[in-house]
Nanobody, 127 residues
Framework: VQLQACGGGLVQAGGSLRLSCAAS????????MGWFRQAPGKEREFVSL????????YYADSVKGRFTISRDNGQNTVYLRMNSLKSEDTAVYYC?????????????????????WGQGTQVTVSS
């Protein structure tokens, strides 16, 4: 699976962005999809996960209520809608695919649970 993320950019605090991540291959619907982010000097952190059917979603506490993850299996694409952006949301955002992250007992919040990664898209929020 190859992943291509886009949609990042520069936005003022309080603004919105929608990230997209397009996947190649015919097996997109076999993978749970996640978004992570990494700010300079910090470790990569979990943002959100959607299961392979799109019926369950999970969010980091820091983005809950502001970000929404969704997917379109017909278009092989996962989205991250980000509202009410804050300066602390500034980071490179990565999409990732996992064969197991949506199974009970998985450590879906850890990067090691994911099998494939996109190249990242920069989000900068100015205050």
């Amino acid at each position: 699976v190859q992943l291509q993320a886009c949609g990042g950019g520069l936005v003022q605090a309080g603004g919105s962005l929608r990230l997209s991540c397009a996947a190649s291959g015919r097996t997109f619907a076999s993978y749970a999809m996640g978004w992570f982010r990494q700010a300079p000097g910090k470790e990569r952190e979990f943002v959100s996960l959607i299961n392979r059917h799109g019926s369950s979603t999970y969010y980091a506490d820091s983005v809950k209520g502001r970000f929404t993850i969704s997917r379109d299996n017909g278009q092989n694409t996962v989205y991250l809608r980000m509202n009410s952006l804050k300066s602390e949301d500034t980071a490179v955002y990565y999409c990732a695919a996992s064969a197991n992250a949506d199974y009970s007992g998985s450590s879906y919040w850890t990067p090691g649970e994911y099998d494939y990664w996109g190249q990242g898209t920069q989000v900068t929020v100015s205050s």
